[in-house]
């Protein structure tokens, strides 16, 4: 109905100059007083054959608007099947329509180009500056002082920061590589502990972990970053206290820690990208990007990843590892 009321809004202007025509002849045989019925029957003539125009016109109108409502589902590539052409308007619109496609075109294949050209430059850049920070850590074990374990705490939380651009550089790339098989979740786990075991003893945080002694189907590399990234997250905000790895049915990581814990109005969007919270801000060091990406990497293994926390109580994040889906992006 929307769409009728419309066409004859746009047709008003034809339909009154057709009664205007009808009444200037009218007007005209009375004032030279001719039969009026010679003007009346050919007005209401031209005015069935209008009415037949304007069904077959408005049927037609609306295939052409139907088809146009179609194809605002699709993306700008697939645009090329416009109604056919009926007036100027029509091919100049469809010309200008052409154009931008084109335009468009270009500007993203220049954007893919400086995008690849991006990628390029910071993959070789995150794998160079791995040299130094070994170098650096080789230099550092020559010596035994509380200066030196700070420090090299300190590096590897950049060694950290590096592995975070490459997943982050490698989680969209086509090259992405998805090993998917079954690993002993234990092999998994220590892997990650072993990493942070230096900074468990140096800041004498107790560790509370056995083995769970299950398989897993996933990919090795990139489940460890994201233990190791919810690892990291329960280092930097407990300052005393322990935490705790286990399994809890079915087939679910919890890592819980007796930290600061999470506001409230901060929980259901710590797994937003650069979402730091309050805790955050306050620690004027949070990217807001770790578990950002650890949410894109258990959809992309088909796990799912949740928190649960209450400040002051400390955090839990739960990491289910049943056999889902994969939804690869």
């Known amino acids: 109905m929307k769409f009728f009321l419309s066409y004859f809004q746009q047709r008003k202007k034809g339909i009154f100059v057709f009664f205007l025509f009808c009444f200037i002849f009218l007007f005209a045989f009375i004032l030279y007083h001719l039969p009026v019925k010679a003007v009346l029957y050919p007005s209401f003539l031209c005015m069935g054959l209008g009415i037949i125009f304007l069904f077959f016109d408005s049927r037609r109108a609306f295939c052409k608007h139907k088809k146009l409502m179609e194809m605002q589902k699709f993306s700008s590539y697939l645009m090329k099947d416009f109604p056919i052409a009926e007036t100027f ?38 794998h160079q500056i791995k040299t130094p920070i070994a170098s650096m850590r080789l230099n550092l074990q020559k010596e035994d ?13 950049i060694e950290q920061y590096v592995e975070m651009v490459l997943m982050f550089l490698r989680l969209d790339s086509d090259s992405t590589d998805y090993i998917l098989r079954e690993y002993p979740l234990d092999a998994i786990i220590k892997q990650a502990v072993k990493r942070f075991a230096t900074i468990f003893i140096r800041r004498k945080i107790k560790l509370n972990y056995k083995p769970v002694e299950i398989k897993v189907l996933t990919d090795e590399k990139w489940l460890l970053f994201v233990i190791e990234q919810v690892l990291s997250n329960a280092l930097k905000y407990t300052e005393a ?71 002051g109580k400390g ?15």
Request: overall charge negative; hydrophobic content about 35%.
């Open 315 to 329: 955090t839990k994040i739960l990491i289910s590892l049943q056999e889902q889906k994969l939804e690869v992006e």
């Open 241 to 311: 206290g322990e935490i705790t790895i286990e399994i809890k049915e079915p087939k679910t990581l919890c890592i819980l820690d007796t930290g600061i814990g999470i506001a409230p109005e901060d929980l259901p969007r710590i797994f937003e990208k650069g979402y730091t919270g309050f805790n955050g801000r306050n620690d004027k060091k949070a990217s807001g990007i770790g578990l950002y990406l650890c949410q894109r990497i258990c959809k992309n293994l088909g796990h799912t990843i949740k928190a649960e926390s209450s400040l």
């Open 145 to 157: 002082s509380e200066f030196s374990r700070k420090i090299s705490e300190d590096l590897f939380r």
């Open 89 to 126: 308007d029509d091919r100049d619109y469809q010309k200008i329509i052409q154009l931008l496609q084109e335009e468009q075109r270009q500007l993203e294949d220049k954007m893919n180009l400086r995008y690849l050209d991006m990628i390029d430059y910071y993959s070789i850049w995150a």
